[in-house]
């Protein structure tokens, strides 16, 4: 089926390269004190969910994956960091209460990462349906067109009073001083 | 399930989505600045996203639902992003500081 040398081998590569970037820059994110290294960290991680939406049939969101997380908003939250002076303060001893805080997060996080993962691995899902069915950009623009109208006016509403009140929350604050 | 049909199994997405997701939680309580929580509510959405797309392709009839919802739910997190930078840095006047631990007073 594939003419291409080696093909099986290069999906497979790609893929475990973009979960790996998935996966290490969610970790890399997290776990950093550098708040600048924790925003690369997310636009590794974001990379990476462009690559796997690659995977799942839908080159679209990729490339809007890449134009709004790592174009956008990785660049609003380093404006904001430079703005701000948001690096995480140096822990001066090892208190009681942050062993304590940071064993229920782990322990928060481990249920919820098993919780989650065997639900997906054994939950019942549905037969997938025989007919694929057409996932293109022009079946999309038609849907957001007719069936989701309401909600595409509806989001566009919602960003236009995000950006207003972005710039009253801002100016408020300015004004306060 | 071997390691060269890994990409077309729906569980090697699923299980990327739930560690991503236990990710975000962690940073979420654990960080201690404004900023790095909402970094950490960034990868939440990404979690959500990702298994929203894997359900879309692998379990629905129709492939556009999930895409659209993917893609309003990154048009929310845009909004939200912009709206808690703009809350941040009118917190970061009025302290000085973005720590959460010393943003524990109101007005009146």
């Excluded at chain 1, 290490?24 to 462009?50: H, K, Q």
């Excluded at chain 2, 940073?27 to 979690?47: C, N, V, Y």
């Excluded at chain 2, 556009?64 to 929310?76: A, E, K, R």
């Excluded at chain 2, 941040?88 to 000085?96: E, L, S």
Aim: aromatic share 10%.
């Amino acid at each position: 089926m594939n003419d291409f040398p080696f093909a099986p081998l290069i999906l497979t590569v790609t893929f475990l390269v973009f979960a790996a970037a998935t996966a290490g820059g969610a970790l890399l994110a997290a776990l950093t004190t550098r708040i600048i290294r924790s925003v690369c960290g997310l636009s590794l991680c974001c990379v990476g969910l462009a690559g796997l939406y690659y995977f799942l049939n839908s080159p679209f969101l990729a490339l809007m994956e890449i134009l709004i997380y790592v174009g956008a908003v990785c660049v609003t939250i380093i404006f904001g960091i430079m703005l701000a002076e948001p690096d995480e303060p140096v822990p001066g001893g090892i208190s009681q209460s942050s062993v304590m805080w940071a064993t229920g997060a782990l322990a928060a996080a481990a249920v919820l990462f098993w919780g989650t993962a065997r639900l997906g691995i054994s939950g019942h899902w549905p037969k997938p349906p025989t007919t694929p069915g057409d996932g293109s950009v022009r079946a999309i623009g038609i849907s957001l067109l007719t069936t989701y109208s309401l909600a595409f006016e509806v989001i566009s509403v919602v960003l236009l009073v995000a950006i207003v009140g972005a710039l009253a929350l801002a100016r408020l604050g300015r004004h306060h001083e | 399930m071997s390691l060269s049909h890994l990409h077309a199994e729906p569980y090697a997405y699923l299980v990327l989505a739930a560690f991503v997701l236990a990710v975000g939680i962690y940073g979420l309580i654990r960080r201690r600045t404004l900023i790095g929580m909402l970094i950490a509510g960034e990868l939440i959405f990404g979690a959500a996203s990702l298994n929203l797309m894997t359900v879309n392709r692998f379990f629905a009839p129709d492939p556009v639902v999930g895409q659209v919802f993917v893609l309003f739910i990154m048009g929310l997190a845009a909004a939200e992003v912009s709206i808690a930078l703009s809350i941040i840095i009118a917190v970061y006047r009025n302290y000085r500081s973005i720590r959460s631990a010393e943003i524990s007073e109101m007005k009146g």
